[in-house]
């Protein structure tokens, strides 16, 4: 019955959507419940979903200090590690960690940002395209950080995906520009590649009482683009004509986007003793990797395609690296992996716990050697077992 229920307001969702007087497409037909049971679920250890584990040393030098890590994108054998708060610029690094250039251009001019908004890889080009969402500008630079051009963005917007096709995807969550129009109504807009509406869809749930936003509603995974509505258990596949239900995320215990809330107030209270799908999740060639909410961390869960089971993280695990895989991560790599970025201080404060095992000890020399608290974030690449 519950799948049936998620299915009948899928259809009650989109076709009360109707931006440009036309219907948005749905297909349901590919829907999968993946369901999460915190208390009853298979859980495993780490050694059995992880099959192995390496990391990458970004090197540091006096210009290329990462503060935190918004975004990190693969490409052509290149690294691009965003800071859109501290430094506010992209370090190129090759997949050794060496470090190539900087991509660094503050201010009002042609060719500069006031924010790093969002980073997206340009379909077809080596280019990558910087949102500077308070000057409603798309800046595209070469992979090599040389400059291209500039675009102006016709409405406000959060940040967009690009489909492979050219077209964009945009979150404009809790907007009001009147240059969107009926579009407006709903979260999210996909136009074509000069910003022309195509379609709009899900309706915007923002209101001054309540503006409580998921981390990441928009991701795209190789070429793919998922859109996770706010405060919503389901993800989506945005295409260029057609939106289509891919997953549903039934958490079985007390699961917050079940309940009833009207503020924000209202909501953080319930995420003190409730579970919630925050959106949080990496989709794989094989696998989705899910983080969720409780009231005591975000454990994780590893959905298996073939077999359309779900596999819990018991937490236990004897490489030391696993003390590292305690937040979601940002990125995946290649097939089957996801990646994570730790800061420095964080693991030179864990120095002493990880040594005292042979075996481990060898593992963590390379790790620490040369490693200080001003050093550049490591990032963790976690490979999934291809076996489970």
Same mark, same amino acid.
């Given at each position: 019955?519950? =799948?049936?229920?998620?299915?009948?307001?899928?259809? !009650?969702?989109? =076709? !009360?959507?109707?931006?440009?007087e036309s219907r948005v497409k749905v297909d349901i037909s590919k829907l999968?419940?993946?369901i999460i049971d915190p208390k009853k679920g298979i859980a495993l250890p780490m050694d059995s979903l992880i099959e192995y584990?390496?990391?990458?040393?970004?090197?540091?030098?006096?210009?290329?200090?990462?503060?935190?890590? !918004?975004?990190?994108?693969?490409?052509?054998?290149?690294?691009f590690v965003v800071d859109s708060e501290s430094s506010k610029s992209i370090n190129v690094f090759d997949m050794k960690g060496d470090f190539k250039y900087k991509i660094s251009h503050t201010g009002n001019g042609p060719g500069e940002y006031v924010e790093i908004s969002n980073v997206c890889i340009v379909p077809g080009k080596e280019q990558i395209a910087i949102l500077d969402r308070p000057q409603s500008r798309i800046i595209y630079y070469k992979y090599n950080g040389q400059y291209v051009s500039m /675009? /102006?963005?016709?409405?406000?917007?959060? =940040?967009?995906?690009?489909?492979e096709s050219?077209?964009?995807a945009y979150e404009i969550y809790g907007m009001n520009d009147p240059k969107l129009g009926s579009n407006k109504q709903n979260s999210l807009i996909v136009t074509d590649s000069t910003n022309n509406f195509i379609y709009s869809f899900f309706k915007d749930i923002y209101k001054k009482e309540f503006?409580?936003?998921?981390?990441?509603?928009l991701r795209k995974f190789q070429e793919n683009v998922y859109y996770s509505p706010n405060i919503t258990d389901t993800i989506y596949l945005v295409k260029d004509s057609i939106v289509e239900a891919k997953y549903h995320i039934d958490i079985t215990e007390k699961n917050v986007a079940n309940m009833k809330f009207e503020t924000n107030e209202q909501f953080n209270d319930l995420l003190d003793d409730n579970y919630f799908f925050n959106g949080d999740f990496i989709e794989l060639k094989d696998f989705t990797y899910i983080n969720i909410m409780t009231p005591w961390g975000y454990p994780s869960a590893v959905y298996v395609h073939s077999k359309k089971k779900v596999f819990l993280n018991s937490g236990v695990g004897s490489h030391p690296f696993f003390n590292f895989l305690m937040s979601e991560p940002k990125a995946r790599y290649k097939d089957?992996?996801?990646v994570l970025d730790v800061q420095a201080d964080l693991?030179?404060?864990s120095k002493n716990k990880l040594y005292g095992n042979k075996k481990s000890d060898l593992l963590l020399d390379p790790l620490f050697e040369n490693l200080t608290e001003d050093s550049n974030p490591v990032l963790f690449f976690f490979h999934l077992n291809k076996k489970l």
């Amino acid at each position: 019955m519950k =799948y049936i229920y998620v299915i009948i307001v899928l259809l !009650s969702l989109f =076709y !009360s959507c109707r931006p440009n007087e036309s219907r948005v497409k749905v297909d349901i037909s590919k829907l999968e419940e993946i369901i999460i049971d915190p208390k009853k679920g298979i859980a495993l250890p780490m050694d059995s979903l992880i099959e192995y584990i390496d990391f990458i040393k970004l090197e540091t030098k006096t210009d290329n200090l990462i503060g935190k890590i !918004s975004q990190i994108l693969f490409a052509n054998d290149l690294l691009f590690v965003v800071d859109s708060e501290s430094s506010k610029s992209i370090n190129v690094f090759d997949m050794k960690g060496d470090f190539k250039y900087k991509i660094s251009h503050t201010g009002n001019g042609p060719g500069e940002y006031v924010e790093i908004s969002n980073v997206c890889i340009v379909p077809g080009k080596e280019q990558i395209a910087i949102l500077d969402r308070p000057q409603s500008r798309i800046i595209y630079y070469k992979y090599n950080g040389q400059y291209v051009s500039m /675009e /102006e963005i016709p409405f406000i917007n959060d =940040y967009f995906e690009y489909l492979e096709s050219g077209n964009k995807a945009y979150e404009i969550y809790g907007m009001n520009d009147p240059k969107l129009g009926s579009n407006k109504q709903n979260s999210l807009i996909v136009t074509d590649s000069t910003n022309n509406f195509i379609y709009s869809f899900f309706k915007d749930i923002y209101k001054k009482e309540f503006h409580y936003a998921k981390n990441r509603t928009l991701r795209k995974f190789q070429e793919n683009v998922y859109y996770s509505p706010n405060i919503t258990d389901t993800i989506y596949l945005v295409k260029d004509s057609i939106v289509e239900a891919k997953y549903h995320i039934d958490i079985t215990e007390k699961n917050v986007a079940n309940m009833k809330f009207e503020t924000n107030e209202q909501f953080n209270d319930l995420l003190d003793d409730n579970y919630f799908f925050n959106g949080d999740f990496i989709e794989l060639k094989d696998f989705t990797y899910i983080n969720i909410m409780t009231p005591w961390g975000y454990p994780s869960a590893v959905y298996v395609h073939s077999k359309k089971k779900v596999f819990l993280n018991s937490g236990v695990g004897s490489h030391p690296f696993f003390n590292f895989l305690m937040s979601e991560p940002k990125a995946r790599y290649k097939d089957n992996c996801i990646v994570l970025d730790v800061q420095a201080d964080l693991i030179l404060a864990s120095k002493n716990k990880l040594y005292g095992n042979k075996k481990s000890d060898l593992l963590l020399d390379p790790l620490f050697e040369n490693l200080t608290e001003d050093s550049n974030p490591v990032l963790f690449f976690f490979h999934l077992n291809k076996k489970l």
